[in-house]
């Protein structure tokens, strides 16, 4: 089964400093480097997924701006497809489908941020669309969320989601998992 890596949203914003700081967003980053470097070797299809706001009351990943750039951890090389999205799924309004189809993929590898949002939106719409998944959980970050009156802190918002996807969604395992059985 022919399987390809997409990387979502590790750009600049989420990064300490930057304008929607995700928590444990460095660990994770430094993990998706590991899984890239993987990915490249095995020559597995790479697809870099960054996100555009849209509008100018967009409080973060502005365009032109430093935040909205790919982190230099994950930067793509030459030849790496990067897929622009306005939307939490990466599969709304973009090709990200029609290339992946077109590449013989049947199995995605996920990873990136936030869990909560464009990691739970993007593996989910995979599956629909048929897509064997796996998400490379501490490659993946999220942010702490507010309901019902109380702080959920971004451990327990990222273990939420990562669980629901492993319920029916994705394989959901740690990158040494993963790289145990990378061929």
Do not use: W
Request: glycine share 8%.
């Amino acid at each position: 089964m022919k399987s390809a890596l997409i990387l979502i949203d590790i750009q600049n914003d989420y990064f300490p400093g930057g304008a929607m700081e995700a928590g444990g967003m460095i660990q994770a980053a430094a993990q998706a480097r590991k899984l890239l470097e993987a990915c490249r070797e095995a020559r597995r299809p790479i697809f870099h997924v960054q996100h555009l706001a849209l509008g100018p009351e967009a409080a973060f990943f502005r365009p032109d701006t430093p935040g909205v750039e790919i982190h230099e951890s994950v930067r793509p090389l030459p030849g790496e497809a990067l897929v622009r999205k306005h939307y939490p799924n990466a599969f709304r309004d973009t090709g990200l489908l029609e290339v992946l189809q077109g590449a013989g993929v049947e199995a995605v590898i996920i990873a990136g941020a936030m869990s909560h949002m464009c990691i739970d939106a993007t593996t989910r719409a995979a599956f629909d669309f048929g897509f064997t998944c796996t998400v490379i959980h501490d490659a993946c970050a999220t942010r702490e969320l507010a309901f019902a009156g109380r702080t959920i802190h971004a451990a327990q918002v990222h273990g939420a989601f990562m669980a629901a996807l492993g319920m029916r969604y994705a394989k959901v395992m740690s990158l040494k998992e993963f790289l145990s059985g990378l061929s």
